[in-house]
Nanobody
Framework: QVQLVESGGGLVQPGGSLRLSCAASGSIARIYAMTWYRQAPGKQRELVAAITSGGPTNYVDSVKGRFTISRDNAKNTVYLQMNSLQPEDTAVYYC??????????????WGQGTQVTVSS
């Protein structure tokens, strides 16, 4: 199976920056797309940014120009650099990894979530 460990969340003032990390481990055969989602209180979970195995990226309109997703395939890790953070970015951020483990089918795995709070 595949395990995901997220880190990097915290409390930041408006205009500040944070960098989230999500490291995958376990009996990984191959990693495909890596995606960040977020869920604010009382709202549905939404896709924030995604990156394919080949490198193309996709962002929700509200974070374009402020957030950057990247991945280190050697470390099986995906990052989300978040700049110019605003209170509306406050949410629990989850990473999702599409992967195949040895002797297992391709499927999606979720991290435990990391809280990001933007407040003065």
């Amino acid at each position: 199976q595949v395990q995901l460990v997220e880190s990097g969340g915290g409390l930041v003032q408006p205009g500040g920056s944070l960098r989230l990390s999500c490291a995958a481990s376990g009996s990984i055969a191959r990693i495909y797309a890596m995606t960040w989602y977020r869920q604010a209180p009382g709202k549905q979970r939404e896709l924030v940014a995604a990156i394919t195995s080949g490198g193309p990226t996709n962002y929700v309109d509200s974070v374009k120009g402020r957030f950057t997703i990247s991945r280190d395939n050697a470390k099986n890790t995906v990052y989300l650099q978040m700049n110019s953070l605003q209170p509306e970015d406050t949410a629990v951020y989850y990473c999702n990894v599409e992967a195949s483990a040895f002797l297992s089918v391709r499927r999606n795995y979720w991290g435990q979530g990391t809280q990001v709070t933007v407040s003065s």
